[in-house]
């Protein structure tokens, strides 16, 4: 059987103080993460077959913690978080992120830069090391607003540019498409952040100070 | 993001395989795309998108028309509890009499719909779906791992229950979102929003070539979707 075409490309662009373009490296992007394929299952499921499942899903989000998408009989370890079904999977704004995020490195969906390889990216919950917004600072995310149909396909753009605003220069060796998520909870607690795609950057590449990084993901959905 | 294949199996009364199709699907539909767009929003900005249910009816993205279905609230669902409380229909792979013009833009299988509820009116009849079965018979419960990435795979097996040879042209993967009607007023003044279950295809796929599915014959259409690592 032929590969299907597969459509998720990967740009990086880096500029200058004066925003001259100085590196663009342009490669597929390899790797949805297991989180995300988990949790598109569990959103084909109300929440009255979770339960009848028996079925409990089990997800991480980008700071590492487990959170259980239980159905409407939750037996979850105790203290932890869950959900009773998913309902949304790409929340990309930074409104009703739930606060357990704005004490994290970065608290809103995006292009999220880190400083770490991840071992494995396919099973990472985030960039690895995630870089501080205090070292780069992000633009907002851009995300798609209407659909665009190219010769390859349904064309979906998110994009997001972090400026070095430190004296020092950055290493970025990995990133993450975050998004957030949610689905009906016991109680109101927002947007939770995941990571779809990761991807290492190799060679890691080295922003200086005042320059700034754009990252690109096209994804293409065959037609 | 996002690739699919397909595949089409017949088997005969006695169960002997007669006809294998499988090829890489051709079409996500705008259908799909717009609501899936409107997925990255909240209530009070997501864009205005008109969306239409496999039978044609429209629908909206945000709530300023109605039937509104906000910001595209569990867009992947093929729960069969749900869709029999709301609806006769059957997720999650519908199958039409004919090829579809142009597959992007159809809102369902195209020619006569044939296979897509537990009613009696259609020739088929769904086979093997039922609560019993480990995910209802429908889908992979977790997605599996594969060479080509994240696999999940959406069946559905359909046996012909009427007396007459049935033709099968295209197909389509029918997810459903709820959507809310419009407001009515009746003797108790006016009241909350119908809750409307909305059918909608979001791929749709032309057979190379039509398959014929005799009486008692039985097809078993799959979409695999693959997320590439």
Same mark, same amino acid.
């Given at each position: 059987?032929?590969?299907?075409?597969?459509?998720?490309?990967?740009?990086?662009e880096?500029?200058?103080?004066?925003?001259?373009?100085?590196?663009?490296?342009?490669?597929?992007?390899?790797? /949805?993460?297991?989180? /995300?394929?988990?949790?598109?299952?569990?959103?084909?499921?109300?929440?009255?077959?979770?339960?009848?499942?028996?079925?409990?899903?089990?997800?991480?989000?980008?700071?590492?913690?487990?959170?259980?998408?239980?159905?409407?009989?939750?037996?979850?370890?105790?203290?932890? *978080?869950?959900?009773?079904?998913?309902?949304?999977?790409?929340y990309?704004?930074?409104?009703?992120?739930?606060?357990?995020?704005?004490?994290?490195?970065?608290?809103?969906?995006g292009?999220?830069?880190?400083?770490?390889?991840?071992?494995?990216?396919?099973?990472?919950?985030?960039?690895?090391?995630?870089? $501080?917004?205090?070292?780069?600072?992000?633009?907002?995310?851009?995300?798609?607003?209407?659909?665009?149909?190219?010769?390859?396909?349904?064309?979906?753009?998110?994009?997001?540019?972090?400026?070095?605003?430190?004296?020092?220069?950055?290493?970025?060796?990995?990133?993450?498409?975050?998004?957030?998520?949610?689905?009906?909870?016991?109680?109101?607690?927002?947007?939770?952040?995941?990571?779809?795609?990761?991807?290492?950057?190799?060679?890691?590449?080295?922003?200086n100070?005042?320059?700034?990084?754009?990252?690109?993901?096209?994804? *293409?959905?065959?037609? | 993001m996002?690739?699919?294949?397909?595949?089409?199996?017949?088997?005969?009364?006695?169960?002997?395989?007669?006809?294998v199709?499988?090829?890489?699907?051709?079409?996500?539909?705008?259908?799909?795309?717009?609501?899936?767009?409107a997925?990255?929003?909240?209530?009070?900005?997501?864009?205005?998108?008109?969306?239409?249910?496999?039978?044609g009816?429209?629908?909206?993205?945000?709530?300023?028309?109605?039937?509104?279905?906000?910001?595209?609230?569990?867009?992947?669902?093929?729960?069969?509890?749900?869709?029999? /409380?709301?609806?006769?229909?059957?997720?999650?792979?519908?199958?039409?009499?004919?090829?579809?013009?142009?597959?992007?833009?159809?809102?369902?299988?195209?020619?006569?719909?044939?296979?897509?509820?537990?009613?009696?009116?259609?020739?088929? $009849?769904?086979?093997?779906?039922?609560?019993?079965?480990?995910?209802?018979? *429908?889908?992979?419960?977790?997605?599996?791992?594969?060479?080509?990435?994240?696999?999940?795979?959406?069946?559905?097996?359909?046996?012909?229950?009427?007396?007459?040879?049935?033709?099968?042209?295209?197909?389509?993967?029918?997810?459903?979102? /709820?959507?809310?009607?419009?407001?009515?007023?009746?003797y108790?003044?006016?009241?909350?929003?119908?809750?409307?279950?909305?059918?909608?295809a979001?791929?749709?796929?032309?057979?190379?070539?039509?398959?014929?599915?005799?009486?008692?014959?039985?097809?078993?259409?799959?979409?695999?979707?693959?997320?590439?690592?």
């Amino acid at each position: 059987m032929p590969k299907p075409k597969v459509g998720v490309t990967l740009r990086i662009e880096v500029r200058d103080d004066k925003g001259r373009v100085v590196k663009v490296i342009e490669t597929p992007s390899r790797s /949805f993460t297991q989180n /995300f394929a988990t949790l598109l299952v569990a959103s084909m499921w109300s929440e009255y077959s979770i339960s009848g499942l028996k079925n409990i899903y089990t997800f991480y989000d980008v700071t590492g913690s487990p959170i259980y998408v239980v159905g409407l009989t939750p037996s979850p370890p105790s203290g932890s *978080l869950y959900l009773y079904d998913v309902g949304i999977l790409f929340y990309s704004e930074p409104q009703g992120i739930a606060s357990q995020y704005q004490s994290y490195t970065i608290y809103m969906p995006g292009i999220w830069p880190g400083s770490s390889f991840c071992p494995d990216p396919k099973y990472a919950y985030g960039p690895c090391s995630p870089i $501080s917004t205090n070292v780069l600072s992000p633009t907002l995310f851009s995300f798609p607003s209407s659909p665009y149909l190219t010769a390859s396909g349904w064309q979906m753009t998110y994009s997001q540019t972090w400026t070095n605003v430190t004296g020092s220069p950055v290493v970025v060796s990995s990133l993450a498409l975050v998004f957030g998520m949610t689905g009906d909870m016991p109680s109101p607690v927002g947007y939770l952040l995941y990571a779809a795609i990761v991807d290492n950057v190799t060679p890691a590449i080295v922003i200086n100070p005042k320059y700034s990084i754009t990252f690109t993901y096209t994804l *293409l959905y065959a037609v | 993001m996002l690739a699919a294949k397909y595949r089409v199996e017949v088997r005969d009364k006695e169960g002997k395989l007669v006809t294998v199709l499988e090829d890489d699907s051709k079409s996500f539909t705008i259908n799909f795309i717009n609501l899936l767009i409107a997925s990255h929003y909240n209530q009070n900005d997501v864009p205005i998108f008109v969306a239409y249910n496999v039978f044609g009816s429209p629908f909206y993205t945000g709530t300023a028309k109605v039937p509104y279905v906000g910001v595209s609230w569990q867009m992947f669902n093929i729960d069969p509890v749900l869709w029999y /409380f709301y609806s006769r229909a059957v997720p999650a792979i519908w199958l039409g009499t004919s090829p579809c013009a142009n597959p992007a833009v159809a809102n369902g299988p195209c020619g006569s719909l044939v296979a897509c509820c537990n009613l009696r009116n259609f020739p088929f $009849s769904p086979y093997n779906v039922g609560p019993s079965a480990l995910c209802y018979g *429908l889908a992979s419960c977790s997605p599996s791992f594969t060479e080509e990435g994240w696999a999940i795979t959406i069946s559905n097996r359909w046996l012909n229950m009427s007396s007459s040879p049935v033709t099968i042209a295209s197909m389509a993967l029918v997810f459903a979102v /709820f959507a809310f009607g419009p407001a009515e007023t009746n003797y108790y003044g006016p009241q909350l929003l119908a809750r409307m279950f909305e059918p909608f295809a979001a791929i749709v796929d032309n057979l190379p070539s039509p398959v014929t599915v005799w009486p008692g014959f039985l097809i078993t259409v799959s979409y695999t979707i693959y997320f590439p690592v």
